[in-house]
């Protein structure tokens, strides 16, 4: 069985395969000051509880945009799987050619996305994965990763506006029926809600526009369910997606 990880800057999940099957998935709230054992005790409890023995598992890969928590992280699997993890880097087979100014510069994360997205959706595609940021990026229906654009994700966007007035407070971000709110709450939730997914329908028409070319549209992430489902512009909505790309890149590299 293969263990694909997705380490973010807000969560980290797991994602369990056996063969091109997902059979359970997990998540986690990434924080920089677990141990190797607090890890270690986490990865162990999941596989309980998706009823997999230590031994069943034949490799891990990760992709990773937290460099911090990376060396007690890789240290829980060899002590606790007995497993050397795949890091997704530099120089690994993706099945995509990356033309960007400095494809080093390119996060684990959106390639991990653009290889699930082309290899199961083709075509000339947008991908937009609602994570601690919102990544755009553009995957040509040759399979080439032409770049995109990074918009401060929902939570961050919420987060900033009552970390920076007197007295607007934290508040739960939810979708809202309608535009007019009659309390401090609803206003700013209606407001960041639907100035996010007019944001989201803009940025995407834009990509539309310049590009001159009818994209299918792809989202995933955390948020990307709530955002999706109330616009048209987004046309499937794959949870899944990080996890196909990671596997799909194990299988490239481990024929």
């Known amino acids: 069985m293969l263990l694909v990880v997705d380490i973010g800057n807000t969560n980290i999940t797991f994602g369990l395969y056996d063969e091109d099957r997902l059979v359970s998935s997990y998540r986690l709230t990434t924080w920089f000051k677990r141990t190797s054992d607090e890890y270690g005790f986490m990865i162990t409890h999941f596989l309980m509880a998706a009823d997999v023995k230590m031994q069943e598992i034949d490799d891990v890969i990760i992709a990773s945009v937290v460099p911090k928590i990376m060396h007690s992280f890789t240290n829980s699997i060899r002590r606790y799987l007995k497993k050397e993890p795949i890091i997704v880097g530099p120089g690994m087979k993706s099945g995509i050619k990356i033309r960007y100014d400095n494809p080093k510069e390119v996060g684990a994360d959106r390639i991990v996305d653009a290889v699930g997205a082309h290899f199961h959706y083709g075509g000339d595609i947008l991908v937009i994965d609602f994570g601690t940021a ?3 990026e553009y995957i040509s229906k ?3 990763y032409e770049g995109g654009c990074i918009l401060p994700g929902i939570e961050i966007s919420a987060h900033s506006l009552s970390e920076n007035t007197a007295k607007l407070p934290e508040i739960e971000i939810k979708a809202t029926d ?3 709110a009659t309390n ?5 939730q209606t407001g960041i809600f639907w100035g996010y997914v007019g944001s989201v329908e803009y940025i995407i028409n834009k990509f539309k526009k310049e590009l001159e070319k009818d994209l299918k549209v792809i989202a995933t992430g ?3 369910r709530t955002i999706s489902s109330h616009t048209s512009l987004i046309d499937i909505y794959d949870p899944n997606l990080t996890f196909e790309g990671l596997r799909l890149i194990y299988g490239l590299n481990h024929q």
């Not at 401090?184 to 700013?188: E, L, P, Y």
Request: glycine share 18%; no cysteine.
């Open 134 to 136: 919102t990544t755009f």
């Open 142 to 144: 040759e399979g080439v």
């Open 178 to 180: 309608k535009i007019k």
């Open 184 to 188: 401090t709450i609803q206003a700013m």
């Open 222 to 224: 955390g948020l990307g």
